[in-house]
């Protein structure tokens, strides 16, 4: 079984550009979701799908992020335009509908954003 | 106050010793708890999960007490190769919400 994939795994924008970053979540994982860590910092939740559904949007930073998942399946959030304070890891974590007991997420390798 | 709370370390620990770190959540409606380990510029990854009975696994032994909402992590005969960032996660099932504490950093010194 495929685990969580991420695109791309490094990317370095100049700040003002676009970004979009990719997650394809577990086949069948209804739950995706995005973390961010910044350096030295803890990580912190950004956005919540359940299947196509925004399910909690609370930790978007501000409307310059935009988060899509297209068809309950996989999901890219866009950066536009990005900020010096973006920089830092995009993880992408999926689990399945979570009403058994230890509903395990499994992350994807992140995206490691540097805005220049 | 934050809903999962870990002491971040670092913990200095040498090679061998035993240690054990806590985490506290305030949301008494948590349904399931874990510990995921983060090494340096890597994702987390899931070391175990804990249950109410408390759970075993080689070195690793987690337990949780509901009555005073923590979890704790004990690793025995300490490794290099623990040295990592150890998050505890907790899941809220009535709206499917992972919650991740600030994660402790252990070194094991040689």
């Known amino acids: 079984e495929a685990g969580v994939t991420q695109f791309p795994s490094h990317s370095v924008i100049e700040k003002g550009q676009t970004v979009t970053l990719r997650c394809d979540p577990i086949?069948?994982?209804?739950?995706l979701y995005w973390y961010r860590r910044v350096m030295g910092k803890e990580i912190k939740f950004l956005l919540h799908f359940v299947k196509e559904s925004k399910q909690d949007e609370s930790g978007m930073p501000n409307n310059r992020f935009l988060a899509e998942r297209t068809g309950g399946t996989y999901s890219t959030l866009k950066v536009q335009p990005a900020e010096l304070e973006d920089s830092g890891v995009y993880f992408c974590?999926?689990?399945?509908?979570?009403?058994?007991?230890?509903?395990?997420?499994?992350f994807g390798q992140g995206t490691r954003l540097t805005v220049v | 106050r934050k809903e999962v709370e870990q002491d971040p370390g670092p913990f200095n620990v040498p090679e061998g010793a035993t240690v054990a770190f806590n985490c506290t959540y305030s949301?008494?409606?948590?349904?399931?708890f874990f510990w995921y380990r983060q090494d340096c510029r890597k994702e987390p990854k899931l070391l175990m999960s804990?249950?109410?009975s408390g759970n075993e696994d080689g070195r690793f032994t987690a337990q949780l007490n509901r009555a005073s909402q923590y979890i704790s992590l004990l690793i025995r005969d300490s490794k290099l190769s623990d040295s990592a960032t150890y998050l505890c996660v907790v899941f809220r099932g009535r709206d499917d919400k992972i919650i991740f504490g600030k994660g402790t950093r252990l070194h094991i010194l040689p």
């Open positions: 086949s069948g994982h209804d739950n």
């Open positions: 804990v249950y109410s």
């Open positions: 974590a999926s689990s399945r509908t979570g009403r058994a007991m230890n509903t395990e997420a499994f």
């Open positions: 949301n008494s409606a948590s349904q399931s």
